[in-house]
C-alpha cells in the first residue's frame, strides 16, 4: 500500500466481494476471538489451515474447528459458522 492510503474495506455489496467470496467467515471469527482476547491464536490456525494447502478449507467443518484449537467455543452464544 502506498505511503498516505487508507486500507480499504470489503463489504457485501463491494464489486472486489466476488474476487474472495470465502472471507466473510474467518473475517467474522477475526471480530469474535479479539472480543475474546485470542486474535493470535486464531491467525495462527487460520494461517495453517489455508496457506498451509488443505483442500476446500471453507467447506465443511474445517473452520469450526480451527476456531475450537484457538479457544473460541462456537456454542457459548449459538454463535453461527
Request: aromatic residues 6%; contains cysteine.
Amino acid at each position: 500500500m502506498a505511503p498516505g492510503m487508507a486500507p480499504r474495506l470489503v463489504s457485501c455489496c463491494d464489486e472486489d466481494s466476488q474476487e474472495q467470496p470465502y472471507i466473510f467467515r474467518p473475517t467474522w471469527l477475526g471480530v469474535e476471538t479479539e472480543l475474546r482476547g485470542r486474535r493470535l491464536q486464531l491467525a495462527a490456525e487460520v494461517s495453517r489451515l489455508i496457506f498451509g494447502g488443505t483442500k476446500d478449507w471453507h467447506l465443511g467443518d474445517k473452520l469450526s474447528n480451527v476456531a475450537a484449537r484457538a479457544g473460541l467455543d462456537l456454542d457459548q452464544k449459538g454463535l453461527p459458522l
